[in-house]
């Protein structure tokens, strides 16, 4: 379909730095990484960035604007929480926290999700048919339903928000693998390691995959924003990481009665939020670009 | 074609089933037992316990309970909330136009804004319209609706005071349901104002709902417009020297529409997702709201119901798009 | 079919256009900004101000009741009453021509008379009577908690309109129980009529009384719809409709009764009370509250079946801390579990200190020198002792922790919050009660009484025997002066048993619009309407 590079040249470059070539072409997507390497950076050294402890309060600075308001302290950069804790302090250790969420739920729905896929691509028949419906009745459920009605049955808490969007994840994992597997399946080289007696095992993982890494980067750098938000959303239901945690959403939770008196408590968590989201969202992009130009959507 | 329908209708069945298995275990995976947790009574006297535990038939062995759930089901009987003691269903039903109309005006503005928006800027790639779309798009896609819900209604509704806070519609207005649907509602009363009064409440909720799909739809316009446009027939029917307008309208448009009507029925979810955080911030009376606060409440049999009856809308939505599109795109009806 | 409904549709339509929004609404609804959906609409069941503010206050009466914004004893459905000389009779005289109110399935044949009474009675009392498990799940909490059926011998119907009360025992604050919520009339008619047609249960759904407002519909956690009772037996209501819309965030309540979209709002945010102070359409009503809000631990849980855990929390807290930043400083530090504004408070009692050392060193000796993880339950909904349960949680979670007490923070939904808590399934939980009564009584019996641990309204589940004897003999004394030496010395046993941390009594705030005429505080923290009228 696609017609060949014209004029390639006769030493082609590593792949890798062919992929950063096409990938730095992309700007949004430089942006979204550089915001993500902060956001890395944020998280690795909060305790030396932060200005002050997470929970700490402050009980003769309660609900102070942003330091650049009337009545701001240079002391609280952001301004401070109801409870008289330093807003951009816990903004940075939710960086963690969201970090955290990201890295947990989707390594537990990647993990779980290519096995099942290459499962269900491998064995076809009935494995398939019990796997991908499976897959199916998770997909009909909109996610954050499905996450809510985990977290109903789990009970509410930070490592129950981990594992239900884990779980709400999975299936788009499951899927691509699978496809990928069918369609690997077919192709000469597979069918002729398969003749020369290579294992199931040995023929998923050394042959397969690798053949569908690529679509998985690209889907798990996507899951790493629909997890910060699903994440945050939980957080906001009051379903998520319970107080003092400085998790992004549950710092919205009772936001809603500030929208009147203190703007800042509503405007900065959101803004973190949109930002790490959209970060993610700019990466996946460009990687999805850099790695296959068929898949661009 | 009627054997595509069946095909497809087919499929439907063991993922229904599936979601009945999933709602049915729901009551034994919560910590705690199930008979508390279908009554909502806590710390009964054993004899009331038994006589609970036989009355939901949780003494029966699994599968039995399973297949007795299934037949009720089946009879519309998806049981009694814990808190009101009305039937779910009934509730669901009383519900729905609302999350109904709330989602139908946020597709609505979607599609609306975000097809020209799209088209527009595949027919500019590459400029500055081109990008500032897409980079709005992105924006909305990332959007934590829940915030921007916040913010809206910060600025809307506190700072400038144009659009109420919450509700669907001014409070004296006492109008009969007749549809359910508010906007319909309020016109049928006949009642002065119950329109406008309706119709204000509905905008910002329509605005933080709709967002997400109509990022989504603007970049999935575009993309299938770009696809469409390198393909050979509309390169020969511009060298036919057919109007632009013309290409572009007839032959481009329609055929890139197909891949977006895919992604409308896809939206469904995010729609009902969406609704769960608009309707409980704009205290919307709908599906949304009813489910989280049952969650809250612990009222599993709402919970389960609830959750049944939202995917089985789901599926049926998908169902309907993809029998639309084997009835637009024969080739899909023939390969599957 | 399809011609008409378009008919219809084009002429709506031009009614629109042509009219303005106001001329349609001519008749008189108040719209008042509730904090919280009702439990049901059957006092009987439930003690919540929310309930009861929904429930018994528009929709019933009771025999007796407490004047307009005080807690005076005034007659309302008895228009006299006789108390025997050994304390142990009470006869009352019923009021003639009360009319019930009537619904879609049910119109009264008659006026209120003895068999109401008796009906509403021992429904309650009466295990074996058919009413009194029509609704499952309930039971008649308050009516346990005050221990009614151990103080009650029995009810007899002297004739129609005469009823008497045998007690068991003198009870002095006997009258004054009886204006209580969970003593609202029904009607015994409509029951029968409902048993009748095989659904028992609607009278606890649709509820028929004798007050101001006719319920007319309720859609859950939205809207309350009540209409004047225009047969009213103390005079029609001078508004013709009273809407409750249930608005559970109270910065929406605010934005609301700013836009006008209602006239009187429940419990506003301390934050917001500057505010509502500058703006010209809103008169800021202010009373001392008769109430109190505390921490309780449930002493048959461990740690907290150790006296000295529980008086080392009790220094661990910094309440005028909490004063500030909940209250805004709208309130003051409580120190026992009566407000200081009713008779019989402890003056000569001292609080313990804010003491961190000595807390550390209790809590050590008590063989918790490593620290400790409890679970502190915070209240879901503001109260009006309590604005803000979570953002005092998270206080008191951070002044605990400086002790080496972890605490975490758990919440549910106020029903569900209620339900659980009455089973005893909390370690430590936030709680508060306001008096509707103005009776000590009111306070100690309910909320730490031993009858009150199996009602569930005494979350500590603390039962004392040396306190239990002062407040019951409390009870029996018939002079003030009496009564308030036994209550003292109460105070005195709470304080060192330290089954709470008293926080605060809190001065309660009602925002209403200008345009609401004679609207009254009243201190059980309920809002009357029955004498309310709006100015245009």
């Not at chain 1, 006769?10 to 990484?33: D, I, K, Q, T, V």
């Not at chain 3, 108040?30 to 049901?40: D, M, N, R």
């Not at chain 3, 549910?412 to 008096?435: A, D, I, L, P, T």
């Amino acid at each position: 379909m696609n017609a060949p590079h014209p004029a390639e040249k006769s030493e082609p470059p590593h792949p890798l730095l062919e992929l950063w070539r096409y990938f730095c072409m992309n700007r949004g997507a430089l942006a979204g990484l550089g915001i993500v390497c902060l956001l890395l950076f944020l998280a690795a050294f909060a305790e030396t960035i932060a200005p002050h402890a997470a929970a700490e309060q402050y009980r003769d600075a309660i609900l102070l604007p942003p330091a650049w308001q009337e009545g701001g302290s240079s002391r609280f950069i952001l301004g401070t929480d109801p409870v008289g804790r330093d807003i951009l302090s816990r903004l940075i250790y939710g960086t963690r926290l969201s970090l955290l969420i990201g890295i947990v739920s989707v390594s537990l729905s990647l993990g779980i999700g290519t096995v099942l896929g290459l499962l269900a691509g491998y064995f076809r028949g009935v494995t398939e048919i019990a796997i991908m419906r499976l897959m199916d009745v998770m997909l009909a459920l909109p996610s954050l339903l499905l996450a809510v009605a985990v977290v109903a049955i789990l009970g509410p808490g930070l490592i129950n928000v981990m594992y239900a969007i884990g779980i709400v994840l999975l299936p788009h994992y499951a899927r691509l693998t699978r496809a990928a597997v069918i369609g690997e399946m077919s192709k000469d080289y597979v069918l002729a390691s398969r003749l020369a007696g290579a294992g199931p095992l040995r023929l998923m993982f050394d042959c397969v995959l690798p053949n569908c890494t690529a679509p998985l980067i690209v889907q798990a750098t996507l899951g790493f924003s629909a997890a910060i938000l699903d994440a945050a959303a939980l957080g906001f239901l009051g379903l998520g990481a319970q107080p003092p945690t400085p998790e992004w959403g549950a710092m919205l939770a009772s936001a809603l009665e500030f929208i009147q008196s203190a703007w800042w408590v509503v405007t900065f968590p959101g803004l973190v939020i949109l930002l790490s989201v959209l970060a993610f969202n700019l990466l996946g992009d460009g990687l999805r670009d850099a790695l296959d130009p068929k898949l661009k959507l | 074609m009627l054997g595509f329908f069946l095909r497809r209708a087919g499929l439907v069945v063991p993922t229904f089933l599936g979601i009945t298995l999933l709602v049915f275990s729901l009551i034994h995976l919560i910590p705690g037992n199930a008979v508390e947790a279908l009554s909502g009574e806590r710390g009964m006297d054993p004899a009331r316990y038994a006589r609970l535990m036989n009355e939901f038939g949780l003494d029966q062995p699994l599968y039995q309970q399973y297949l007795q759930y299934l037949w009720k089901i089946m009879q519309g009987d998806l049981g009694r909330s814990i808190i009101t003691h009305e039937p779910v269903l009934g509730e669901f039903l009383s519900l729905f136009p609302a999350t109904l109309e709330l989602s139908c005006c946020a597709m609505l503005l979607a599609l609306i804004l975000g097809l020209p928006a799209g088209v527009l800027a595949a027919l500019k790639r590459n400029t500055l319209l081109d990008y500032s779309v897409m980079g709005v798009s992105l924006t909305g896609y990332s959007m934590p609706i829940f915030w921007w819900a916040l913010l809206l209604i910060l600025l809307f509704s506190v700072t400038l005071g144009w659009t109420p806070v919450s509700g669907r519609i001014d409070i004296l207005f006492d109008l009969p349901p007749i549809t359910g649907l508010m906007l319909i509602d309020s016109l049928l009363s006949g009642e002065s104002g119950a329109f406008k009064s309706a119709l204000s409440h509905l905008i910002l909720p329509t605005i933080a709902l709709g967002t997400i799909p109509l990022a989504v739809i603007a970049r999935m316009t575009r993309s299938a417009m770009l696809e469409v446009l390198r393909e050979d027939y509309v390169r020969t029917a511009r060298a036919k020297g057919l109007s632009r307008l013309r290409v572009i309208g007839i032959h481009a448009l329609r055929n890139a529409l197909i891949p977006v009507i895919t992604v409308i029925g896809l939206q469904v979810g995010t729609l009902l997702a969406g609704a769960i955080l608009t309707e409980t911030i704009f205290s919307w009376p709908g599906v949304g709201k009813w489910l989280v606060e049952a969650i809250h409440r612990r009222d599993y049999p709402v919970v389960q119901g609830g959750i049944l009856l939202t995917a089985s809308i789901v599926i049926l939505v998908n169902l309907g798009v993809d029998i639309l599109y084997g009835i637009i795109n024969p080739r899909i009806r023939r390969s599957s | 079919m399809k011609r008409q409904a378009i008919q219809v549709l084009f002429t709506s339509l031009l009614a629109i256009l042509g009219t303005s929004a106001d001329e349609a609404l001519a008749a008189k609804t108040l719209v008042f900004c509730s904090e919280g959906s009702p439990e049901g609409f059957n006092p009987q069941f439930f003690s919540t101000g929310t309930t009861n503010d929904a429930s018994s206050v528009p929709i019933y009466n009771r025999l007796v009741e407490f004047a307009s914004g005080t807690t005076n004893v005034v007659p309302a459905l008895a228009e006299s009453w006789q108390e025997s000389a050994d304390g142990l009779s009470y006869t009352f005289k019923l009021r003639k021509g009360v009319k019930f109110h009537s619904n879609v399935k049910f119109t009264p044949t008659r006026d209120f008379n003895a068999d109401d009474v008796l009906f509403s009675y021992y429904r309650m009392a009466d295990p074996g009577h058919p009413f009194h498990k029509v609704t499952p799940g309930q039971t008649f909490a308050y009516f346990e908690d005050m221990g009614m059926d151990k103080i009650v011998d029995k009810l007899e119907k002297v004739d129609d309109y005469t009823v008497r009360f045998k007690l068991k025992h003198p009870e002095a604050p006997f009258i004054a129980n009886l204006g209580m919520d969970f003593a609202s009339i029904l009607s015994a008619e409509y029951a029968d009529k409902m048993k009748s047609t095989g659904t028992p249960e609607v009278i606890d759904r649709e509820p028929i009384g004798t007050g101001a407002f006719q319920f007319a519909s309720y859609q859950k956690d939205a809207i309350i719809r009540y209409k004047a009772f225009d047969a009213y037996w103390n005079g029609r209501p001078k508004i013709d409709n009273l809407v409750y819309a249930i608005t559970p965030d109270a910065a929406v309540r605010y934005a609301k009764l700013k836009a006008g979209e209602c006239h009187v709002m429940a419990f506003p945010k301390p934050a917001d009370i500057a505010l509502m102070k500058t703006d010209p359409a809103i008169t800021l009503l202010s009373q001392e509250g008769l109430n109190v809000g505390y921490i309780a631990f449930n002493v048959e849980k461990k740690p907290f079946d150790d006296k000295r855990v529980r008086q080392a929390l009790n220094m661990a807290v910094d309440k005028e801390n909490i004063l500030k930043a909940v209250y805004q400083g709208a309130g003051q530090a409580a120190l026992n579990p009566i407000p200081p504004t009713l008779w019989s408070y402890n003056k000569k009692i001292k609080d313990y200190p804010y003491d961190l050392a000595k807390a550390k060193d209790l809590m050590a000796k008590a063989g918790y020198k490593d620290g400790i993880e409890v679970d502190l339950w915070y209240l879901p909904v503001t109260r009006p002792y309590n604005p803000d349960g979570k953002r005092m949680a998270e206080l008191i979670q951070a002044d605990w922790a400086k002790i080496g007490v972890k605490a975490k923070l758990v919440t549910f939904e106020w029903g569900e919050y209620r339900k659980r808590s009455k089973g005893g399934e909390q370690q430590s939980m936030m709680f508060g009660w306001s008096g509707d009564n103005g009776d000590p009584d009111n306070f100690f019996i309910p909320l730490l009484g031993c009858e009150a641990v199996k009602g569930g309204g005494n979350v500590s589940r603390w039962c004392n025997k040396a306190f239990e004897d002062l407040v019951q003999k409390a009870k029996t004394a018939t002079k003030q002066a009496e009564r308030a030496k036994y209550y003292e010395k109460a105070q005195e046993i709470v304080k060192e048993e330290a089954p709470w941390v008293p926080i605060a009594h809190s001065v309660r705030f009602t925002p209403v619009r200008k345009e609401v005429i004679g609207f009254k505080m009243d201190p059980t923290a309920h809002h009357y309407f029955s004498k309310v009228d709006l100015s245009k």
